[in-house]
């Protein structure tokens, strides 16, 4: 039991690049969230799903998608990365009103 | 809106000092819950405990303890005999029960470091 996982732990693009950072949980989960990490402040949300074949946008939406194909997985895109857009990438997965774990981060630097 | 303020950044304590963490949060709900996660140097995070907003019991847990008051809409934190391995950022965050993804919002995170 892996719980959440992501791939990859660290990445470093190009202004530009497009990449795709890949979350997968085997808790059998409904929801799953991306957030963002920047330094000395707290966690905010991307996107979130509340079940396959559904996404939702959280607080910081602008310049990512997402995709939830499969329950298990949770997929955040960035089409043109951004300097901005350097950051740590934590996903998360939950049942309605319960804890949300999350996974050990993806470290993106985009330069 | 939903809003978790750690006013307190930074602590640094002396290893078996007591330490407490605080935590306010705002929201129109009556139903909500409210967590703290530990983030250690390692970058993962890691649940440490959940609150329902109908269960004002304070809890413990080995060293550590948690204070629940809605009176003052505040969930504290506090370590026991701290040591070196409690260092981390710890954050707190609240989750409203009308929240359609129940979407977690974050405090700013308490940077706690204690030194032998």
């Known amino acids: 039991n892996a719980g959440v996982t992501q791939t990859p732990k660290f990445r470093v693009l190009k202004t530009g690049q497009s990449m795709t950072l890949l979350c997968a949980q085997d808790m059998n989960h409904e929801y799953m969230y991306w957030y963002r990490q920047d330094p000395g402040m707290g966690l905010r949300l991307i996107h979130y799903s509340v079940g396959e074949g559904t996404t939702a946008k959280g607080e910081v939406p602008d310049g990512y998608n997402v995709s939830r194909l499969k329950k298990q997985n949770f997929l955040l895109g960035l089409e043109s990365a951004a300097p901005s857009q350097t950051s740590v990438y934590f996903c998360?997965?939950?049942?309605?009103?319960?804890?949300?774990?999350f996974g050990p981060g993806t470290r993106l630097t985009v330069l | 809106a939903q809003k978790v303020t750690q006013a307190q950044t930074e602590i640094s304590v002396v290893e078996k000092e007591d330490v407490t963490l605080d935590c306010v949060y705002e929201?129109?709900?009556?139903?909500?819950?409210l967590f703290w996660y530990k983030q250690p140097p390692s970058g993962e995070l890691v649940f440490l405990i959940r609150r329902n907003s109908f269960d004002e019991q304070n809890e413990i847990s080995g060293r550590y303890s948690w204070n629940f008051q809605k009176s003052t809409s505040s969930f504290n934190f506090t370590i026991t005999a701290s040591q070196v391995v409690d260092s981390a950022v710890y954050f707190c965050a609240l989750s409203e029960d009308n929240n359609a993804g129940n979407m977690l919002t974050f405090g700013g995170g308490t940077r706690l470091m204690v030194k032998p």
């Open positions: 929201t129109r709900d009556t139903t909500y819950y």
């Open positions: 998360a997965s939950s049942n309605f009103a319960d804890t949300q774990y």
